[in-house]
């Protein structure tokens, strides 16, 4: 029983005996901290789309409350996409295997993105930190692409010591981002993103 069922028990004068989960998250709260974030850097090149009656292709065992997607015309802004679930849990999506067949210019025979997590408890700072790497373009990607073949894997990488930094702050929300030496980001194709920042100024 989540929290918002237990306080209306209450509020009809019920008896409730139960223990109440006190890690439940408002999803509309989630809603606004996203929305703050994004009028308050005033990105001119990203744009930020809410739907608030999503119809995906989502996992059966949770409700997704509303969907944050950022999108953008150029191929060097990542697109990214939080959805938010009912009990307060956050997904998060970065790029798409689409958008990076179309930059390297091969076949994409399928389409997923290319970093991310299902619906998990996120904190508060931990969300924000993530959002900071992405607009200020620290993350990118390493792709494996083969001629006729197409695109065959890509992952999410940071620089060691930025992926440290970011560590730091959210360790357990960044598992899907790898730790790419400066030997590696030197000689192999990896595909950076330009600051959201640094559009349109």
Excluded at 25 to 41: A, K
Excluded at 131 to 154: K, T
Aim: hydrophobic share 40%; proline share 3%.
């Amino acid at each position: 029983m989540v929290l918002l069922e237990v306080r209306q028990l209450v509020l009809l004068g019920e008896n409730v005996d139960v223990e109440i989960d006190q890690r439940w998250v408002e999803p509309s709260r989630l809603r606004r901290l996203i929305e703050g974030w994004y009028s308050s850097r005033s990105f001119r090149s990203v744009e930020l789309c809410v739907n608030t009656a999503p119809s995906g292709d989502y996992d059966q065992i949770y409700t997704v409350f509303c969907e944050l997607k950022f999108k953008s015309d150029r191929l060097e802004l990542p697109y990214t996409e939080i959805w938010i679930t009912t009990a307060g849990d956050v997904g998060i999506g970065f790029e798409r295997w689409s958008r990076i067949a179309r930059r390297m210019g091969v076949v994409c025979r399928r389409d997923r993105f290319v970093g991310g997590h299902e619906p998990r408890r996120v904190l508060d700072g931990e969300l924000i930190a993530i959002l900071d790497a992405i607009a200020g373009g620290n993350l990118a990607v390493l792709p494996m692409a083969i001629p006729f073949f197409g695109l065959l894997s890509a992952r999410t990488v940071m620089r060691s010591v930025e992926r440290s930094e970011l560590g730091k702050l959210c360790e357990g929300s960044i598992d899907w981002v790898y730790t790419v030496s400066d030997v590696v980001w030197r000689h192999f194709p990896i595909l950076e993103y330009e600051s959201w920042d640094e559009i349109g100024y």
